[in-house]
């Protein structure tokens, strides 16, 4: 459920969720995308005001949204779905706990940062996997319910609560607390002041380690290309995104453990 614009500037507004994280299919490597050539360090230097914002806000703050919203989920399920949700984003203690369960319920994240003069594209982390219905159900909901459920990923947890700045349609920043408001779940339940402390803790410490988790591909994906004399190239991009909708696979470098994973995909191992 999670990626940068506020964190990722690929994904279009018109096709994000709520909570700002791109919504699109796992399978999104066919689409031309506009990759920003915004230079590595003022990316860095962007994430980086942003998380110094973010230890500035107030716990109590945000557990006081959450106690006012009073959300309760009603186990619909929908938030487990590529329809509704996008892809789920793992930070790097939920790639190693995929790798324990299952490993083949990883992929690429969808829409790589970077792509290389040689077609390699280059991106910030792991998705989960969907599985190949209509709905693009979690790799991990059965009947509609998580197999995993006490073992649940970190933004499992703490949806569809987030913290971070975005604009709004009017083009003024402020922060975003809620995802989907009234899409689903139900409201005005009686969130005790606890357990609205400790989500927003919860939440916190989520978005601080997505950032760190963004800034440290940033920096690995400088020093690798500095090192191999690589550069992005927009329009190798958008060549090598053409070629994979037509069948042809691409090499994915992941960013993961403070390294890159190599990955070699096609259109047709990822859920049509």
Known sequence: MKSVGRRSPIVPP????NNH?????????????????????????????EKNALFTYPPAQLAGVI?????????????????FNGHVFLLERDV????????DALEPAPDPEFCDQNGTFYVSGYALKVKNDKAGSCWFLENGRCRIYDCRFTICRIYPYMLHREPDEEGNVDWRQISGLEKHG????????EESLLLARETLEYEHAFLDHQIAFLECVQEWFARN??????KVYDDRIRQFAKG??????????????????????LPA
């Open 14 to 17: 018109e096709r994000r969720h």
């Open 186 to 193: 139900e409201y005005d339940a009686a969130i005790t002041d």
């Open 67 to 83: 106690r006012e919203v009073g959300f309760r989920c009603t186990a619909c399920a929908q938030c487990c779905t590529r329809a």
């Open 96 to 103: 190693a706990a995929v790798r324990e369960i299952d490993p």
């Open 21 to 49: 994280i791109p919504c699109l299919p796992t399978h999104a490597y066919n689409r031309v995308v506009i990759v920003s050539l915004v230079p590595i360090p003022y990316r860095i230097a962007a994430l980086t005001a």
């Open 248 to 269: 042809s696979p691409v090499t994915v470098m992941v960013y993961t453990g403070g390294h890159f994973e190599k990955c070699r995909i096609s259109a047709g191992s």
């Open 229 to 234: 004399q690589l550069r992005h190239v927009q």
